[in-house]
């Protein structure tokens, strides 16, 4: 069985088992798909130039289906290639290629429902005063003639191919922006605790607080609970004195301070009329 002209289907890794993932299979998938679409469009095309067409094609599907093979993870090479996307953007460009090619092959009673797509796809990504957004919403005319919409949507789609890959790569820069910055953080987070758990001193979690305005005041009309607050310090588990005293926790709030709290739960539930009347 042979595809295309002096390729034969055994020379194609299509029966390689491919990597695990979503994006390998997806690929698998679209090979597929463009290899059948083709056959088909190469059976009712009479052009001179389908057969190098279709070999164009192919070389393109074959390129995609060189990189969805499984590889070893844990290899230097494979790290890197995760890293830098060489795999899947070698994978999707070549389907993006192919389609284009394959859009040179179908008859032009095919082109229309492919129009719609394009223009999506450029609008996305284009401003709408951009010309080139522009031209391409002219492909919409029904009366433009199927060799020049033939070219004008071999061009949108791809420049709404390439500005695709191209936002793909600007998301996977983030993405590795966003890893190393959570690399550093975690590494001087380690660092830290590293060096604290050999130097406490160095790094106290304890302090004494200073004076304020009010505790000045209070300390100028004489000696009190605000002269008394300059003596303690202050720890992330509590407040504790100066000297090795205990640490002082805020006590239980009274009717006095709290009235909604303390008041409310020391005279609930609330007494009847008849529990109130000596008479009953």
């Given amino acids: 069985m042979v595809d295309a002209p002096g390729r034969p289907a055994t020379d194609r890794p299509r029966d390689q088992p491919a990597r695990s993932g979503a994006w390998p299979q997806q690929v698998r998938v679209e090979v597929t798909r463009i290899r059948h679409q083709t056959r088909i469009a ?3 095309s009479t052009s001179a130039q389908a057969d190098a067409l279709v070999d164009a094609i192919e070389a393109h599907l074959c390129d995609a289906e060189a990189v969805i093979g499984q590889r070893l993870w844990y290899r230097r090479a494979a790290v890197l290639d995760w890293w830098h ?3 899947i953007e070698q994978a999707f460009r070549s389907l993006h290629a192919a389609r284009t090619f394959l859009v ?4 032009d009673s095919a082109l229309d429902p492919l129009i719609p797509g394009a223009i999506a796809r450029v609008g996305s990504c284009l401003q709408p005063a951009d010309p080139r957004r522009l031209e391409v919403e002219r492909l919409a005319d029904p009366h433009m003639c199927p060799r020049r919409k033939r070219a004008e949507l071999i061009h949108a789609l791809q ?3 390439a500005a695709s890959d191209e936002s793909h790569a600007h998301v996977r820069d983030f993405r590795n922006l966003l890893l190393c910055a959570a690399s ?3 590494l001087f987070m380690a660092l830290f605790v590293v060096e604290v758990s050999h130097h ?3 790094v106290p979690f304890c302090f004494s607080p200073g004076i304020t305005t009010a505790q000045a005041t209070g300390a100028a009309n004489g000696p009190g609970p605000s002269a008394a607050a300059a003596g303690h310090t202050v720890c992330p588990s509590g407040e ?8 002082r926790f805020p006590s ?6 709290s009235p909604v709290s303390a008041c409310s739960a020391a005279h609930w539930p609330p007494r009847s009329a008849s529990a109130r009347s000596p008479a009953g």
């Fill in 184 to 186: 550093l953080i975690l």
């Fill in 240 to 247: 504790q004195v100066a000297g090795g005293a205990p640490p």
């Fill in 159 to 161: 420049m709404g191919y």
């Fill in 85 to 87: 996307g060489t795999s």
């Fill in 200 to 202: 406490p001193t160095g």
């Fill in 104 to 107: 040179e092959l179908i008859p």
């Fill in 252 to 257: 239980r709030p009274t009717c006095g301070s």
């Fill in 42 to 44: 190469r059976a009712r």
